[in-house]
Structure formats: structure tokens, C-alpha cells
């Protein structure tokens, strides 16, 4: 797994109050009654209207924490024990009013229907080669997981090698990690139960397609990475927690091991650990060559990072390359003691640096691919030379290099997209990659990277047709007057008359780039003459760190200004107004919907809140939270506590306001985001939501934060969530 992939693993979502005064609005004064006449005075008031749904009584507790001496009521602190009996009947009450809320919803089953359709299309994952065979995945189309497949050539008739369908009744258990040998004979692969970042770690013979007897236990943020011997591999885990609170308990020390095949897990070598440093991670992965173990540490999800190595023989020291923490530092691969290395040390946008590792001072560093105008988005050694992956207002470029860096050739893409994949070895002159868009369903190219053209490998076949669609791209400014871009998507022909049922969705956090990317729900949306709005918003990567950093820690309230400024920006333009808009996120993004509806509800109709972190003051106290506190701060720090304090969704409800039509979404098995932020921030939008509008949550069973979510949970979690939105912004004809 790569440091990117690490961090992305914990890229999450989420905020709340007197920040969001985002424009003059929000700042007049309420229109007063009128004063009451000589022929009114009698007439006794309308009746108040009556909710759309009655909500569960939920206990308020007598509990206040004080915080650098102010003191912060947290009455539904009970919710936080997801396993205690008046939990689980809250739980059970809340899902009966939802699900009885959502089966009067005409177009729930009817968008079951489509997305069951449109989702019924095989689908591929872009080749990679080990040895004698190629590997791929593929799903026929209604599978709840995808299928590992094996063949010697491309043209042969596939293998299956891992069904994980076969491994339980309803999808539940994932593929979560997999790492061959050299040769291609030996796999190690990771299952997880139920959506946990858990993962349980087991070896396969590929030939036989038997599995070794080696298990591996409590294992998370971690790949695997052989030795060049094969006789055994390197991982990270955590220590084992205690019985019962997996779920929950806060991870720390990380620790790198290697497990000998054959061998009990309890003998396995422990590598390297830092026992002064309890937040810090490890990815260790052997170099191509085998000679070196290279070891990405990070701290949190800071970009930053140290990266050390150490010599793959007995008794060899690990070297401390870069231990600064002073930029990012992602290993690319290496020529003896020469490592290649992406970096955003002196270049926010990212650079491709030689690096003598006998010599790893930056003067002697040479510099091979300097800094650009775009983002440079990741870099892989391949045909003897380097493929790198550019964002250009966040869409995909692409260039090959020689290994001086000088660069060769453009490669040309289908449009304006993302490609993700390019895996090989430094020698490899084939590589393959999928290719999407908003309109364009993942298809696979094969790339000959001598000549730099691309070929058709596999096209899916989707029951609708993406000429009918239209993919554009706006800049607004925000409320600071940064401009920011913004993907609008619908059907061709589509009248703009500021009565267009839209759906905003956004991230804007971690360093984590948002790019076109085709989902088969946003098809059935648009089918409807919907419209698809996706901002480019401050604290993602896809203008490199500058980016980032404009919308991390004291900066985060820059997010929700992009956010609804966008909103602003779709209803003075004509395309939409307040009662058609709906807004969503999830994860981070969840943290987004959250602070933007209680900043300024009366922006928007409906929204969907997707496992937010919700309670800004003791996120960190929960599994992996800690490590996002390099992005948002911590409670912890009175400086940071007051800005926390002020966006913080769950602080920042006032009673008796009315807020849009909510959907809160989350799982029991989320161990990411624990479903306490979700669980308190619903009753406690509840009591407050002055105004008719429903704000209901969703609890799902058996699943986490969303990866590895079988596709029979995705269809009936999505149907529930835009059949909520039609009905809600009255757009269900």
C-alpha cells in the first residue's frame, strides 16, 4: 500500500456556528410580523404544522465537560456506547421511523428497479502482470463483490483465483489488500468482516488455488510486501484490542512486522516500532530489486511524512533518509543507491527528485521532473523510464519521461476524466488503465509505453447513453474571492430555468483530489432532468498543497464558504433555487453537509449527511481519530478548541431553527468514523429542528465506512437516499 493509499484509507469528513455568516443575508435582521388590527386581534393563530415524522423519545443526560474553562453540555454522551441496551433499542427505534418514513416514498422502488438495472453491467479493473499470468478483477454485474481472475495470456480463457462471494451468504466479507511474488506464484490477501478497517491476512498457493495454513490478525493501514526469497512478507498491525471494543478502542503503535511462512503469527519479527511515538504509522514495502526495505512513517494524515530504509540483510541498521517531517516524501523506486522520489518540498505542487542516499542532502539532490503549473498527482517507473500523472483543474493528464526525466510523449485520454492504474515493474513496456468520466463507465486501455499509444482492452456496456449527457466546468468565486472550479453535469438541452431539481455534493479535506468519476446513482439522477454539481473546494489536493492547506485546521471555514458559494453561485446563475437544491457528502464531506446546514439551512431543501464526523471536540478519542487531528486540530489545545468549537455540527444546532430535510447515514460496523457522530448529531437535530421538514437517520448492519460495501447494500442504501431527495425537493414525477 502505498503513503497515498495509507492516507487515503483515513481520508474521512467533517464541523458548526458563528462562522457562517457567508453573506449579507445571513446577516439581516428576520422580517417582524405584522402588528396586529382591529380585525385581527380576535382571530386566534393558524395551527402550527404538524412534523412530517414523530420522532423517538431520545434521553437527555446531565453531563457537561468544561474546556479551557468553558463548559460544553453533551447530553446524549450514552449514545457513544454503540453495545449497551438502551443504545441498541435507540438504534431499532430511529431504523423503524426511517424505514416506515421511507416506504411511502413512491419512487423508492421504482429507483430500486433502475439502479438494479443500470448497476447489472460487467465491469473490469485494469490488468497487472506477475511472472507467467496477468490479474484482474471483474464482477458479471450484480455480484456483491468482485472476482479475482488469473490467465497466462491476455486472449486465454480466465481463472478464478478469489470469490469472495463464496466466503459469506451476503457479501459481507471484502478483499481488502493483495500482494504477489515476483513470480507470481504466491499471494498474500486481505479480508475484512462487515465494512471494519480490520483486515485478517491469508496466503495462496496461485497454481493449486489452495490457501496456506498462515492467518494473520489485527492488521490495519497495511499491505503486504514480499521478500525476494518468498519465503515470507512484511505487514503492520496494530496491538490486539480489548475484548469487545474493536470498534471503538483508539488505535496506537503501529508496529512493522515479518511473518515467515509456516510459522505462527505470534513468532513473526518484529522490524521496526517507535515506542516513544504512540500515533505514528508504518507502510513497509521491499524495493523491486530486493535489496532494501523502504519504510513511509506518517503521523496522522498530515501529508508530511519521514521515510527510512534499511538494507535487507541480517542485522542491518534502519537509516532515518528524511526525518525533517518537513514535506512529503513518496518513494518511486530506485537504481542501486539512487532512490527516485516525489516530493513537495519546495514545490507545493509536487516534483520528481534523485536522491544518493549516501548523499541525501538536498543540495545534492537532482531534480528530474520539476515543479509544473499542474499537480503533479503520482509518478510510476516504467519501460525504463517514468509515467506521471498530472491534474489539470482537477482532470487527468498524462506524460511519459525518460529516466532523466525529460519528457517524451503526451498520452492521449478519451476526455475529460480521470485514469487511475499504470501498475508494472521499472522494465515493463505494457501497462494498462481505466479511463471515466461523469458520462464515461470505467474502460480499460492497454498503454504501449515505446510508442505511447493506447488500445481498447474492455468497454462495459451500461443501459444508457452518455451522448445524451453534458460535462462542463465553471468557475465561481468564493466568499474571499478565490475562484473555484466546479463540474456541472445534466442532459443536453437541459433548460436552465432556476428550477432544476440539483444535487451538491463535495469533500474538501485531507489533501484528497475530487475528479470526474462515472457512479451509476448520479445516472439514474440525471435521467430525471436533474442536474450534478461536484466544486473543486480549498483543503483537497487537486491544486497541490497551497490548496490543501487553505482549508485545513484554523482554515477549514474557507471549505464551507466554497461550498456555499457554489450553493449561491447555482441559484444566481439560473439553474436552481433554494427549495430544488440538495447537498451531500460523506466522511469529511459528511463534516461538510453538517456545518453548511447549520450555518445556513435556509440555503438548501434537502441534504444527505454520509458518515460525518459530527462532534469536532472528541473525534480524536475514538479508533483512528487521533490521526486526523494534523487536519482539523483537537479540543485538546485551547487555541484550536475555539475554532472547533465554532463550526462543530453538533454545537453549533439552535433549537427551534427550521433545518432542510436531513437523511444522516451511517453503520454499526464503522470503525473509521464511529457511529456515535452520527447517533448524537440526530437526536440533537432533532430536538431542535423547529420547521416541519423530516431529519431522520439511517443505521446499516453489517457494513463501515463504505469500502467493501456489497453491491446489494449500495443499491438499496442509494435507492433510500435519492428517493429521500426526489421527494423531499417534490421532484419524483
Same mark, same amino acid.
Given at each position: 500500500?502505498?503513503?497515498?493509499?495509507?492516507?487515503?484509507?483515513?481520508?474521512?469528513?467533517?464541523?458548526?456556528?458563528?462562522?457562517?455568516?457567508?453573506?449579507?443575508?445571513?446577516?439581516?435582521?428576520?422580517?417582524?410580523?405584522?402588528?396586529?388590527?382591529?380585525?385581527?386581534?380576535?382571530?386566534?393563530?393558524?395551527?402550527?404544522?404538524?412534523?412530517?415524522?414523530?420522532?423517538?423519545?431520545?434521553?437527555?443526560?446531565?453531563?457537561?465537560?468544561?474546556?479551557? =474553562?468553558? &463548559?460544553?453540555? *453533551?447530553?446524549?454522551?450514552?449514545?457513544?456506547?454503540?453495545? #449497551?441496551?438502551?443504545?441498541?433499542? /435507540? $438504534? %431499532?427505534?430511529?431504523?423503524?421511523?426511517?424505514?416506515?418514513?421511507?416506504?411511502?416514498?413512491?419512487?423508492?422502488?421504482?429507483?430500486?428497479?433502475?439502479?438494479?438495472?443500470?448497476?447489472?453491467?460487467?465491469?473490469?479493473?485494469?490488468?497487472?502482470?506477475?511472472?507467467?499470468?496477468?490479474?484482474?478483477?471483474?464482477?458479471?454485474?450484480?455480484?456483491?463483490?468482485?472476482?479475482?481472475?488469473?490467465?497466462?495470456?491476455?486472449?486465454?480463457?480466465?481463472?478464478?483465483?478469489?470469490?469472495?462471494?463464496?466466503?459469506?451468504?451476503?457479501?459481507?466479507?471484502?478483499?481488502? =489488500?493483495? &500482494?504477489?511474488? *515476483?513470480?507470481?506464484?504466491?499471494?498474500?490477501?486481505?479480508? #475484512?468482516?462487515?465494512?471494519?478497517? /480490520? $483486515? %485478517?491476512?491469508?496466503?495462496?498457493?496461485?497454481?493449486?488455488?489452495?490457501?496456506?495454513?498462515?492467518?494473520?490478525?489485527?492488521?490495519?493501514?497495511?499491505?503486504?510486501?514480499?521478500?525476494?526469497?518468498?519465503?515470507?512478507?512484511?505487514?503492520?498491525?496494530?496491538?490486539?484490542?480489548?475484548?469487545?471494543?474493536?470498534?471503538?478502542?483508539?488505535?496506537?503503535?503501529?508496529?512493522?512486522?515479518?511473518?515467515?511462512?509456516?510459522?505462527?503469527?505470534?513468532?513473526?519479527?518484529?522490524?521496526?516500532?517507535?515506542?516513544?511515538?504512540?500515533?505514528?504509522?508504518?507502510?513497509?514495502?521491499?524495493?523491486?530489486?530486493?535489496?532494501?526495505?523502504?519504510?513511509?512513517?506518517?503521523?496522522?494524515?498530515?501529508?508530511?511524512?519521514?521515510?527510512?530504509?534499511?538494507?535487507?540483510?541480517?542485522?542491518?541498521?534502519?537509516?532515518?533518509?528524511?526525518?525533517?517531517?518537513?514535506?512529503?516524501?513518496?518513494?518511486?523506486?530506485?537504481?542501486?543507491?539512487?532512490?527516485?522520489?516525489?516530493?513537495?518540498?519546495?514545490?507545493?505542487?509536487?516534483?520528481?527528485?534523485?536522491?544518493?542516499?549516501?548523499?541525501?542532502?538536498?543540495?545534492?539532490?537532482?531534480?528530474?521532473?520539476?515543479?509544473?503549473?499542474?499537480?503533479?498527482?503520482?509518478?510510476?517507473?516504467?519501460?525504463?523510464?517514468?509515467?506521471?500523472?498530472?491534474?489539470?483543474?482537477?482532470?487527468?493528464?498524462?506524460?511519459?519521461?525518460?529516466?532523466?526525466?525529460?519528457?517524451?510523449?503526451?498520452?492521449?485520454?478519451?476526455?475529460?476524466?480521470?485514469?487511475?492504474?499504470?501498475?508494472?515493474?521499472?522494465?515493463?513496456?505494457?501497462?494498462?488503465?481505466?479511463?471515466?468520466?461523469?458520462?464515461?463507465?470505467?474502460?480499460?486501455?492497454?498503454?504501449?509505453?515505446?510508442?505511447?499509444?493506447?488500445?481498447?482492452?474492455?468497454?462495459?456496456?451500461?443501459?444508457?447513453?452518455?451522448?445524451?449527457?453534458?460535462?462542463?466546468?465553471?468557475?465561481?468565486?468564493?466568499?474571499?474571492?478565490?475562484?473555484?472550479?466546479?463540474?456541472?453535469?445534466?442532459?443536453?438541452?437541459?433548460?436552465?430555468?432556476?428550477?432544476?431539481?440539483?444535487?451538491?455534493?463535495?469533500?474538501?479535506?485531507?489533501?484528497?483530489?475530487?475528479?470526474?468519476?462515472?457512479?451509476?446513482?448520479?445516472?439514474?439522477?440525471?435521467?430525471?432532468?436533474?442536474?450534478?454539481?461536484?466544486?473543486?473546494?480549498?483543503?483537497?489536493?487537486?491544486?497541490?498543497?497551497?490548496?490543501?492547506?487553505?482549508?485545513?485546521?484554523?482554515?477549514?471555514?474557507?471549505?464551507?464558504?466554497?461550498?456555499?458559494?457554489?450553493?449561491?453561485?447555482?441559484?444566481?446563475?439560473?439553474?436552481?433555487?433554494?427549495?430544488?437544491?440538495?447537498?451531500?457528502?460523506?466522511?469529511?464531506?459528511?463534516?461538510?453537509?453538517?456545518?453548511?446546514?447549520?450555518?445556513?439551512?435556509?440555503?438548501?431543501?434537502?441534504?444527505?449527511?454520509?458518515?460525518?464526523?459530527?462532534?469536532?471536540?472528541?473525534?480524536?478519542?475514538?479508533?483512528?481519530?487521533?490521526?486526523?487531528?494534523?487536519?482539523?486540530?483537537?479540543?485538546?489545545?485551547?487555541?484550536?478548541?475555539?475554532?472547533?468549537?465554532?463550526?462543530?455540527?453538533?454545537?453549533?444546532?439552535?433549537?427551534?431553527?427550521?433545518?432542510?430535510?436531513?437523511?444522516?447515514?451511517?453503520?454499526?460496523?464503522?470503525?473509521?468514523?464511529?457511529?456515535?457522530?452520527?447517533?448524537?448529531?440526530?437526536?440533537?437535530?432533532?430536538?431542535?429542528?423547529?420547521?416541519?421538514?423530516?431529519?431522520?437517520?439511517?443505521?446499516?448492519?453489517?457494513?463501515?465506512?463504505?469500502?467493501?460495501?456489497?453491491?446489494?447494500?449500495?443499491?438499496?442504501?442509494?435507492?433510500?437516499?435519492?428517493?429521500?431527495?426526489?421527494?423531499?425537493?417534490?421532484?419524483?414525477?
Amino acid at each position: 500500500m502505498s503513503r497515498a493509499l495509507v492516507i487515503s484509507a483515513f481520508a474521512l469528513g467533517v464541523v458548526v456556528a458563528a462562522a457562517c455568516a457567508s453573506s449579507s443575508e445571513a446577516k439581516k435582521e428576520p422580517a417582524k410580523p405584522a402588528e396586529p388590527t382591529a380585525d385581527t386581534k380576535a382571530a386566534p393563530p393558524p395551527p402550527a404544522p404538524e412534523p412530517a415524522v414523530k420522532y423517538p423519545d431520545t434521553r437527555l443526560a446531565d453531563h457537561v465537560d468544561e474546556y479551557h =474553562g468553558t &463548559k460544553v453540555p *453533551d447530553p446524549y454522551r450514552w449514545l457513544e456506547d454503540p453495545d #449497551s441496551e438502551e443504545t441498541r433499542k /435507540w $438504534v %431499532e427505534a430511529q431504523n423503524q421511523v426511517t424505514f416506515g418514513y421511507l416506504g411511502k416514498i413512491t419512487s423508492r422502488e421504482v429507483l430500486k428497479m433502475r439502479l438494479t438495472e443500470l448497476w447489472n453491467y460487467e465491469r473490469f479493473s485494469p490488468p497487472f502482470h506477475e511472472g507467467k499470468r496477468y490479474f484482474y478483477f471483474k464482477n458479471d454485474g450484480l455480484q456483491n463483490q468482485s472476482v479475482l481472475y488469473t490467465l497466462e495470456k491476455l486472449d486465454a480463457e480466465p481463472k478464478v483465483l478469489l470469490d469472495p462471494n463464496a466466503l459469506s451468504a451476503d457479501g459481507t466479507i471484502a478483499l481488502n =489488500g493483495l &500482494k504477489l511474488t *515476483d513470480d507470481g506464484t504466491l499471494m498474500a490477501y486481505g479480508l #475484512s468482516n462487515g465494512g471494519s478497517d /480490520w $483486515v %485478517e491476512w491469508r496466503v495462496k498457493d496461485v497454481a493449486t488455488g489452495n490457501d496456506l495454513p498462515d492467518v494473520i490478525k489485527w492488521s490495519k493501514f497495511s499491505g503486504a510486501s514480499w521478500s525476494k526469497d518468498k519465503k515470507g512478507f512484511f505487514y503492520s498491525r496494530y496491538p490486539e484490542p480489548k475484548e469487545g471494543d474493536a470498534l471503538e478502542e483508539a488505535n496506537y503503535f503501529h508496529k512493522v512486522y515479518y511473518h515467515r511462512l509456516g510459522t505462527e503469527q505470534k513468532d513473526d519479527e518484529l522490524v521496526f516500532e517507535d515506542k516513544d511515538n504512540k500515533t505514528r504509522g508504518f507502510d513497509a514495502r521491499v524495493t523491486e530489486d530486493g535489496k532494501y526495505l523502504i519504510i513511509h512513517v506518517w503521523e496522522g494524515t498530515d501529508r508530511r511524512n519521514r521515510l527510512y530504509f534499511k538494507e535487507m540483510k541480517k542485522g542491518a541498521p534502519v537509516v532515518k533518509l528524511f526525518d525533517a517531517f518537513d514535506g512529503a516524501y513518496d518513494f518511486i523506486g530506485n537504481k542501486g543507491g539512487t532512490f527516485f522520489i516525489k516530493t513537495d518540498l519546495d514545490a507545493p505542487r509536487g516534483r520528481l527528485v534523485a536522491v544518493d542516499v549516501k548523499k541525501a542532502d538536498k543540495k545534492n539532490w537532482k531534480e528530474l521532473i520539476p515543479q509544473g503549473a499542474d499537480k503533479l498527482e503520482f509518478v510510476t517507473m516504467l519501460g525504463g523510464g517514468f509515467l506521471a500523472g498530472w491534474l489539470h483543474d482537477a482532470h487527468t493528464l498524462i506524460t511519459l519521461h525518460d529516466i532523466a526525466g525529460k519528457k517524451t510523449k503526451d498520452i492521449s485520454l478519451p476526455a475529460i476524466g480521470t485514469a487511475m492504474g499504470f501498475d508494472g515493474k521499472s522494465t515493463d513496456t505494457e501497462t494498462f488503465y481505466g479511463f471515466t468520466s461523469f458520462n464515461y463507465p470505467t474502460t480499460i486501455f492497454r498503454l504501449d509505453v515505446k510508442t505511447g499509444e493506447s488500445t481498447l482492452f474492455r468497454q462495459p456496456q451500461v443501459s444508457f447513453k452518455p451522448e445524451d449527457y453534458e460535462v462542463r466546468q465553471e468557475f465561481y468565486p468564493s466568499k474571499d474571492g478565490t475562484k473555484v472550479p466546479m463540474f456541472l453535469v445534466h442532459k443536453k438541452g437541459l433548460a436552465m430555468d432556476g428550477n432544476r431539481c440539483t444535487y451538491l455534493y463535495g469533500y474538501g479535506g485531507f489533501n484528497v483530489s475530487l475528479t470526474p468519476s462515472f457512479s451509476v446513482p448520479l445516472i439514474a439522477w440525471l435521467e430525471r432532468g436533474c442536474v450534478y454539481a461536484q466544486p473543486t473546494l480549498r483543503g483537497g489536493g487537486e491544486y497541490g498543497e497551497d490548496w490543501h492547506s487553505a482549508g485545513m485546521l484554523d482554515k477549514k471555514q474557507n471549505v464551507f464558504d466554497d461550498f456555499i458559494s457554489a450553493a449561491e453561485f447555482l441559484t444566481k446563475s439560473g439553474i436552481t433555487k433554494p427549495e430544488k437544491l440538495a447537498i451531500g457528502g460523506g466522511s469529511n464531506g459528511g463534516l461538510l453537509v453538517g456545518a453548511c446546514i447549520t450555518q445556513r439551512p435556509e440555503l438548501f431543501g434537502a441534504a444527505l449527511a454520509q458518515v460525518g464526523v459530527m462532534d469536532m471536540l472528541r473525534f480524536h478519542k475514538f479508533t483512528i481519530g487521533h490521526a486526523w487531528t494534523s487536519e482539523y486540530g483537537s479540543s485538546d489545545d485551547a487555541a484550536q478548541f475555539q475554532y472547533l468549537m465554532k463550526y462543530s455540527p453538533l454545537h453549533n444546532l439552535k433549537p427551534g431553527m427550521k433545518y432542510p430535510a436531513t437523511l444522516i447515514t451511517t453503520a454499526d460496523h464503522d470503525d473509521r468514523v464511529v457511529p456515535a457522530h452520527s447517533f448524537k448529531f440526530a437526536a440533537a437535530i432533532q430536538k431542535a429542528q423547529g420547521g416541519v421538514a423530516p431529519v431522520i437517520i439511517r443505521i446499516d448492519t453489517k457494513a463501515g465506512h463504505g469500502a467493501g460495501k456489497p453491491t446489494s447494500k449500495l443499491i438499496e442504501e442509494n435507492a433510500d437516499k435519492f428517493a429521500f431527495l426526489l421527494h423531499e425537493l417534490k421532484s419524483e414525477q
